[in-house]
């Protein structure tokens, strides 16, 4: 029996079904296939591509920041992932663990890291003696396993890519400055690359990372309005510089505990980009991460001129931009789903009346804007394009960011915009981990964060009523 | 008690032990940190850095050639491991085993990865339908786990960094060119980027990689004589098809297997730049590859004008090379002694008398070659004068390989001469397995490859005097 070739299909409705549309936009998109090992994803080309210019351009960011790049084992032995006492407990329930190497029993187990604070750690007492080996600022690309009961492709999966920072100072301050940088660089990410606006803030106690001092998060709204935690950036201040020794000499030969934070952000970003920004037809990509930011589509591609005039047009912009001409024999309105599905910025659609006036279609993928551009200085206009794509996706997520935070001071406002508001609630708390379990309990909203620079909006607590001075956004979150 | 600073200290003569001075140099280069997982080394930033450097200029060529990245899981389950026979047995015994979750037991054990030609023939069969799906030319950049006895870093690591290429063809013919692309592909950016001659060839069965048809290798010559395997590509026919159940439907509507292809080069890659180029003085990197290309020392950096004058030639430069000016308060014979040891192809000193005569000094890494130049037009002098070094470098290691490749047509030349004149050995072999398991028993020296355009030099087996019309390279190996 022969196989069929494939056609794109219609996709579930966003507002019928918000997971099944996601499900149908990550495979229909091609971005990832699943694997027979459970909780596991395959990037396919064009989800990877996505990643690789997700990495090409943070990278960029962290090295004009100072950063260089290492590579650390992919193994923690069981009894290095216990020196420090937090971290172990936050993280030994959810790891894999190596027993056997070949047919041999190993003498000790050594688990496939969720995190490498530890490695790097024991890297750090090592390679860190004076004043002069500060600060080491260090990150690596690597993939991170955690043994998850349910998954989803980018979102939450066993195994997972990411980028994950750690930095060792010489004192706090430092320590507390390069964490906040790092926030901010996430933030300035999400923004220039990725159109998406987020919330900075910092977590509270139980939503911060297992052995941090504090934990800071980038908060990003998505369509339904559950947030999705972008990034993160810790600072750990001494304790795991205590717990193994990374010591240096200082100026005054007196030796001191280096100050320490880690910062890391995933394939949940390629996450965000869909449940940001995607529609009812598919996919839509913000043009600065965008395996292919212009697809040229040749109309009536028989007639004497087009093709070669669409290959020229390809040939020119393939300097300057990542430029797909599809020269195939599909209809030219089977080619159009196909790449709006797929989430390219812009379209040109060049044909034979085209031809004769110099001329093509540019079709915008953000919200079908089609206009008729000179074949002249079209590298300039496709530029332009490209940033009306992005300032008009940013603003778009803005406005759906900024209409659904909502206030309440008193519970049942709170309760009942929770369950019928998608989006965020600013509330007043009193710091009790009584009251943060109470309304996760009752609501299933968590705190996101303690926002930078948002002012009190009252002086109680929503849950208790007993005095309070932190305000906190609460959101249902992926 | 207060931690000393480090200082480049003398490392091991070559000629003395050529092993202990591999060691000293791949620590005090400051490529690798051991860790505390046996068998795993640390990439240290200048490590890493010559890896991305790599990986880059690789991945240029796979994408020039059409091929994609993918990202595939981590692991592997132990019945998808054992699909194809001769894959399983080759790999099981030396990988290693998940076998908890968590505090839960797998109900299936998971192997990490030695290798992904399973992992990509389950996607192919779920991804391949019709012709119009083929070929698909993937490729990953991850890193492997083969659980070895014994270690040297770059050389032989449990975990080791690479890329692999998986390609799925429809037809024989096909697959067969892809497998010596790639492996021409290799031959090409060994000598073009690592300055490193290669001898191309096809291994004997008993060298084959575990399911292949046929595995060709580029082979190169360390300094102590001995073969390094650089890369292999492997030709597949359809047998892992047939395992996996790869079918499409081709263009006379009929059903047939795919053929297949994978092909790596790995971290070994940078073994081999310390093993042929390294002295007594460090190590000596190809330009093309240096994470340091240049590297300014200022010469009495206190008198007027001289670190100005540093940095604006170090800025200029900067924007076309990868530039370091060592501004630190360190003697510039400690820095040239640093640098040396590092590898950086170009020093150019910067003192007084310079900036009077509007001049500086350049000293090659490669042969100590000192040159006045002026720092007019500065930044083609240097890129001359890094494309002499590639030169350079590629020359000697040519000489050096093709002084040392001695021919034997009886077996007592050969032994003597395996015994006695470190290199590559030539000889003719019946194709006997017994004859290659003799010749490696008594001299320790095993196949490295049928070469490619290699004339016979005799008609009869250099080990048991039948009829011979294959010539072999041996020669003791890494």
Sequence with gaps: MAKQDKQVEAITAMDQDFAQWYTDVVLKA???????????MILRPY???????????????????????????????????????????GFAPEVAWVTHGGSD????????????????????????????????????????????KTTRPF??????????????????????????????????????YLAIPVVRGQKTDKEKFAGAVSTYT???????????????????????????????????NKLSYVHQTSWGLSTRSIGAIIMVHGDDNGL?????????????????????????????????????????????????????????????PLRLEIGPRDLENNQCVAVRRDNGEKTVVSLDQLDKTVAQLLDAVHAGLYA????????????????????QLIAEKPGFVRAMWC????????????TTATSRCLPFGHEAIGETCVCCGKPADQLVIWGKAY
């Design 30 to 40: 091609e971005l990832i296939d699943y694997s027979s090992v459970k909780g596991c």
């Design 47 to 89: 989800g990877y591509a996505i990643w690789e210019n997700i990495m090409h351009n943070l990278d960029r960011m962290f090295k004009k920041t100072g950063h260089e790049n290492v590579a650390m084992p992919m193994f923690i032995p069981e009894s290095l992932l216990q020196k420090e006492k937090d971290h172990v407990e």
């Design 105 to 148: 029993k190993l003498t000790e187990r050594l688990c496939v890291r969720p995190t490498s604070e530890t490695l790097f750690c024991d890297h750090y007492a090592n390679v860190i003696q004076s004043w002069r080996d500060l600060p080491k600022l260090y990150n690596q690309w690597v993939s991170v396993v955690r043994w998850e």
């Design 155 to 192: 979102l939450r999966t066993t195994e997972f890519y990411w980028q994950e920072g750690h930095t060792a100072h010489a004192t706090a301050e430092e320590a507390q400055e390069e964490t906040l940088r790092m926030l901010e660089t996430y933030a300035t990410f999400y923004r220039d």
């Design 218 to 252: 980038v908060e990003a709204m998505m369509h339904d309005g559950k947030a999705l935690q972008s990034a993160t950036s810790h600072y750990f201040g001494d304790g795991f510089a205590q717990a193994f020794g990374i010591q240096f000499t200082d100026k005054n």
């Design 284 to 344: 839509v990509l913000p043009p600065r991460i965008a395996p292919i930011q212009v697809v040229i589509v040749p109309i009536a591609a028989h007639k004497p001129g087009v093709l070669d005039k669409a290959r020229e047009v390809a040939a020119t912009l393939g300097e300057q931009f990542r430029v797909k001409l599809d020269e195939s024999d599909k209809m030219p309105g089977w080619k159009f789903a196909e790449y709006e599905m797929k989430g390219v």
């Design 396 to 415: 778009k997520a803005e406005q759906s960011l900024n209409s659904r935070i909502y206030d309440a001071t008193d519970w049942d406002t709170f309760t």
């Design 431 to 442: 710091g009790d981990l009584d009251c943060e379990l109470k309304i996760k309990e009752q």
